[in-house]
T-cell receptor, first 111, second 113 residues
Framework: RKEVEQDPGPFNVPEGATVAFNCTYS??????FFWYRQDCRKEPKLLMS???SGNEDGRFTAQLNRASQYISLLIRDSKLSDSATYLC????????????FGTGTRLLVSP | EADIYQTPRYLVIGTGKKITLECSQT?????MYWYQQDPGMELHLIHY???????EKGDLSSESTVSRIRTEHFPLTLESARPSHTSQYLC????????????FGSGTRLTVV
């Protein structure tokens, strides 16, 4: 089983739609959680950290459920520019605290 | 402006050549990483470093080697490039705890012909 699992998609949605991505992680000791965005043939960029109480940044809302080891990302009012791959990221161990990247969920927003 | 720099951005090179991919960061981060990523595929960690004189192999076996003589510099070397090394190589860095995530460079797209 992979340490971080995501549905690869693609999710095809029209502009203005609300879309949600889910991610599960296997290490119950993980303490840090992030969503990254990666555009085609570009480097990953940090979209937002995920906090225990849930957090929001504009149209983006992230939730963490430690009991179920589950992270979600909600995008409201989708824009064409939101088309990208969204990577769920978790710190994999308490030693080096190396981050583990999911394989990503691809989002395509169409006019 | 980027705080982590990779050069070259693109490299096309013949089989058997020795190459070094450069990565430098100006954030004073202790930890640095090299990832390999093929188009449309997942990131694979190939090397990482805790700090000066520390280097470790990552989750994906790689024929490349790295060095960390200075905090800000983490070059990756391929002694003899092969077509199977064709890929994108991404360098990243983080502060010690990793609580703020990683910052990635723009990557080097390597093609070995």
């Amino acid at each position: 089983r992979k340490e971080v699992e995501q549905d690869p998609g693609p999710f095809n949605v029209p502009e203005g739609a609300t879309v949600a991505f889910n991610c599960t992680y296997s290490n119950s000791a993980s303490q840090s959680f992030f969503w990254y965005r990666q555009d085609c043939r570009k480097e990953p960029k940090l979209l937002m950290s995920v906090y225990s109480s849930g957090n929001e940044d504009g149209r983006f809302t992230a939730q963490l459920n430690r009991a179920s080891q589950y992270i979600s990302l909600l995008i409201r009012d989708s824009k064409l520019s939101d088309s990208a791959t969204y990577l769920c990221v978790v710190n994999g161990d308490t030693g080096f605290q190396k981050l583990v990247f999911g394989t990503g969920t691809r989002l395509l927003v169409s006019p | 402006e980027a705080d982590i720099y990779q050069t070259p951005r693109y490299l096309v090179i013949g089989t058997g050549k020795k190459i070094t991919l450069e990565c430098s960061q100006t954030m004073g981060h202790d930890k640095m990483y090299w990832y390999q990523q093929d188009p449309g595929m997942e990131l694979h960690l190939i090397h990482y470093s805790y700090g000066v004189n520390s280097t470790e192999k990552g989750d994906l076996s790689s024929e490349s080697t790295v060095s960390r003589i200075r905090t800000e510099h983490f070059p990756l070397t391929l002694e003899s490039a092969r077509p199977s090394h064709t890929s994108q190589y991404l360098c990243a860095s983080s502060e010690w705890t990793g609580n703020y995530g990683y910052t990635f460079g723009s990557g080097t797209r390597l093609t070995v012909v």
